[in-house]
């Protein structure tokens, strides 16, 4: 089974500065990586995924993530937060059979 | 087009009682999914189903059983619920049966079990 690390349970940041969300993953196989978003009260939302090409991924919503093999990293990053990024995200992985979650990270934006 | 949502969305249930958690989507797809998300453990997964009328055990399937009699639902039962059983349960589906494929969440379920 995979496992996926989130470096970081609690991230406070002032509005308008930038972020970065910490994940690893176990695997040294090929994966596919996603970050979701939890907003309160609610279900999960795909923010964005790597599965092939490019290392440096976009989403939704001006994030964006970049995979590194090496390091078996997928970072999520912001340049400039808003008060409506406050959510919890999720790293998760697959091995093309199921998903893994990590623990999640609960991001705070700070007015 | 709703998505996926769950019934019910609250439930509180004494030790030994049993319940089912429904399920539904509207997009047509294939595989479906149901986890638990408890603090500091992120989301595990319980069941899923890779088309009408298959289940199969995900990562913590003891103590529930699944059913997916119809394409567009998903039930979770709970014979005989357990204070370990106290979580949010959070259903999600996906369009094929491709680990990259995005899987749409419903808004979850808290089950309380005292």
């Known amino acids: 089974a995979q496992s996926v690390t989130q470096l970081d349970s609690q991230v406070p940041v002032f509005e308008e500065a930038p972020v970065e969300l910490r994940c690893n993953y176990s695997?040294?196989?090929?994966?596919?990586l996603f970050w979701y978003v939890q907003y309160p009260n609610q279900g999960l939302q795909l923010l964005l995924k790597?599965?092939?090409?490019?290392?440096l991924v976009k989403g939704i919503n001006g994030f964006e993530a970049e995979f590194n093999k090496s390091q078996t990293s997928f970072h999520l990053r912001k340049p400039s937060v808003h008060i409506s990024d406050t959510a919890e995200y999720f790293c998760?992985?697959?091995?093309?059979?199921?998903?893994?979650f990590g623990t999640g990270t609960s991001l705070t934006v700070i007015p | 087009n709703a998505g996926v949502t769950q019934t019910p969305k609250f439930r509180v249930l004494k030790t030994g009682q049993s319940m089912t958690l429904l399920c539904a989507q509207d997009?047509?797809?294939?595989?479906m999914y149901w986890y638990r998300q408890d603090p500091g453990m992120g989301l595990r997964l319980i069941h899923y189903?890779?088309?009408?009328?298959?289940?199969a055990k995900g990562e913590v399937p003891d103590g529930y059983n699944v059913s997916r009699l119809k394409k567009q639902n998903f039930l979770l039962g709970l014979e005989s619920a357990a204070p370990s059983q106290t979580s949010v349960y959070f259903c999600?589906?996906?369009?094929?049966?491709?680990?990259?494929?995005?899987?749409?969440f419903g808004p979850g379920t808290r089950l309380t079990v005292l």
């Open positions: 999600a589906s996906s369009r094929i049966a491709d680990p990259t494929d995005t899987q749409y």
């Open positions: 695997s040294s196989v090929s994966v596919y």
């Open positions: 790597y599965l092939s090409g490019s290392t």
């Open positions: 998760a992985v697959s091995d093309g059979n199921q998903f893994y």
């Open positions: 997009m047509n797809h294939e595989y």
């Open positions: 189903s890779v088309g009408e009328g298959t289940t």
